[in-house]
């Protein structure tokens, strides 16, 4: 509102003196403001008399065939569908749409309808080719088609919104240019593909997380150092021999996994990764860690296990911040009383080693909860000592793949009694 009282002119914007009303000027600002005033109170009260749309949920083919425009969200994944239900391209409020799990064969290029679609997932199907279609969805924030024998996908460069992609396990050859110029992707999954060679990804600077598994690499691909907003990376199952001192640097890196490569070493350079909060490096052929590991400003969770290490550092510094820590399925014949430094400690595995004894001192690990020692040779349990830490709870003395082995064995044994009870049913 603007009003004229005595020589003021006011709005909710403005208090003016006037003088002389004569000045066209003047006059004009004031019209001006008025209309800027008078805009602002009609698209208010626009967005506050806009229809809120009501989330509602089909929990069968029947409710999409009944007012299909209310239908907002439809989950049917494990529904042993084997075709996709046509009545959802009539579904065009359709906001989030999952048919994982099932086996369906292919989806209708009708899907491009579906104009309001922001998450959709659709792996763990028989899906063998995307159609174009998918590609106008321009509202789409979340996208997953992994886990199908696709190898072709269409131009995603009009997802312009699409923050998660998830094209792992598929038959692709080539990663699609119109994806690796997604600036908006803050995940991308592209593990376990068919690739003949890496991209560049330079260009994906909002990356916060990458999953790179199964790719047959030697070395990492091009451009990781740019992407400096990544926080989560996972190269595993993969042939890499050492870790580039570009990864070690990332500034904002809290989660890496390197299992199951040809890592022989761990560079002095790991002390320059200062963000790490975990780190896997199982599955590897390290013998040795170096000290700086234990140094790490914030790094709580570490897995060293199934790799070739026979001894740890015997000057491990005092550390106050490792919560887990794996170093099981190794070749230590001996620990170093270093370890018990790590007084915050909550979970150790040291099982399947070769280890006699062990080191006085673990009474030194107060919060110790988990504590993991099976298949070793010892000679002797320091059970005093164990039983001075006061939240200990579970001592394991058998390994986990001892136990996960009775568990299929036992599994086997009824499954086979079952059978048996079946067969002699029959035969009556």
């Known amino acids: 509102m603007t009003c004229i009282s005595g020589n003021f002119v006011y709005d909710q914007f ?20 008025f209309g800027i005033s008078l805009q602002a109170q009609q698209q208010t009260a626009q967005t506050e008399n806009k229809p809120i749309v009501k989330r509602k949920d089909a929990r069968s083919v029947d409710d999409l065939k009944s ?9 049917f994944s494990r529904r042993n569908l084997t075709s996709f239900p046509l009545e959802l391209v009539k579904c065009i409020n359709i906001e989030e749409l999952t048919l994982s799990f099932n086996e369906i064969q292919s989806i209708p290029d009708g899907i491009s309808s579906l104009k309001k679609l922001k998450r959709l997932l659709i792996s763990n199907n028989k899906i063998s ?3 174009e279609g998918l590609g106008s969805l321009t509202e789409l924030e979340i996208l997953d088609i992994s886990s199908n024998p696709v190898n072709t996908v269409p131009d995603f460069s009009a997802l312009q919104k ?11 050859t080539t990663i699609p240019k119109s994806i690796l110029g997604l600036e908006s992707l803050n995940d991308l999954n592209i593990s376990n593909l ?4 890496f991209p560049d990804l330079s260009q994906l600077k909002n990356l916060h997380s990458l999953g790179i598994d199964g790719s047959k690499l030697t070395e990492l691909p091009a451009g990781i150092e740019k992407l400096i907003l990544l926080r989560t990376f996972s190269a595993s199952n993969n042939a890499l021999t050492s870790i580039p001192k570009a990864v070690l640097t990332l500034p904002a890196l809290r989660n890496l996994t390197l299992s199951k490569n040809a890592i022989t070493a761990l560079p002095i350079d790991i ?14 052929k390290l013998t040795t860690v170096p000290k700086e590991l234990f140094s790490l400003a914030r790094l709580q969770n570490l897995n060293l296990s199934e790799n070739q290490i026979t001894s740890l550092p015997n000057d491990i510094p005092e550390n106050t911040i490792i919560r887990e820590l794996d170093i099981s399925y190794n070749a230590l014949k001996q620990l170093s009383p270093g370890l018990w430094k790590c007084i915050k400690l909550h979970k150790l595995s040291i099982e399947n080693n070769q280890l006699i004894t062990l080191p006085s ?19 002797s349990i320091p059970i005093k000592e164990l039983m001075m830490i006061p939240s200990l709870g579970d001592i394991g003395l058998i390994s986990r793949k001892t136990i996960e082995k009775k568990r299929e064995e036992d599994r086997m044994k009824k499954e086979k009694e079952a059978n048996q009870k079946r067969e002699l049913k029959n035969a009556k």
Do not use: C, W, Y
Not at 67 to 75: A, D, F, G, K, R
Not at 271 to 284: M, Y
């Open 361 to 379: 001192g673990i009474s030194a690990l107060k919060e110790l909860s988990t504590f993991t020692i099976g298949n070793n040779p010892l000679e």
């Open 271 to 284: 002390k320059n990764a200062e963000t790490l909060f975990s780190l896997d490096i199982s599955g590897n």
């Open 14 to 33: 403005t208090f003016i003196r006037v003088e002389h009303m004569k000045s066209p000027i003047l006059l004009l600002f004031i019209f001006f403001t």
């Open 162 to 172: 699409l923050k998660v992609l998830n094209i792992s396990s598929l038959q692709l």
């Open 129 to 131: 080719s995307i159609p």
């Open 194 to 197: 068919q690739l003949t060679s």
């Open 67 to 75: 007012n299909p425009e209310e239908i907002t969200h439809v989950n």
